[in-house]
């Protein structure tokens, strides 16, 4: 299984940016694809996952009604569009992939799979 987050950049704060996650090497449609973001000194921190099959989502309390995760089942691709960036939106960006279909992935144990990352940094 090969995760490739991509789409990070530099974006001044209200602004917009949507990251995509790329999945090869398995059939994803009984997976739940979460993001994760880390920023310097912290803790990794969940922000969201879909449910692949169902289309079904859920976001952390910090990021909800700015957040939206979305899945194009063609392109086996999760993206993350991301509105309203604030400056404490800056961090790492990772998706990950749980391949049980766990009940509440919010945790980093519940994922097998990870990306390699993408930086987003928003400016005050």
């Known amino acids: 299984v090969q995760l490739q987050a991509s789409g990070g950049g530099l974006v001044q704060a209200g602004g917009s940016l949507r990251l995509s996650c790329a999945a090869s090497?398995?059939?994803?449609?009984?997976?739940?694809m979460g993001w994760f973001r880390q920023a310097p000194g912290k803790e990794c921190e969940f922000v969201g996952y879909?449910?692949?099959?169902?289309?079904?989502?859920y976001y952390a309390d910090s990021v909800k009604g700015r957040f939206t995760i979305s899945r194009d089942n063609a392109k086996n691709t999760v993206y993350l569009q991301m509105n309203k960036l604030k400056p404490e939106d800056t961090a790492v960006y990772y998706c990950a992939a749980d391949k049980d279909s766990s009940w509440y992935p919010r945790t980093l144990s519940e994922y097998d799979y990870w990306g390699q990352g993408t930086q987003v940094t928003v400016s005050s």
């Open positions: 090497g398995r059939t994803f449609s009984s997976y739940v």
């Open positions: 879909i449910r692949w099959s169902t289309g079904t989502t």
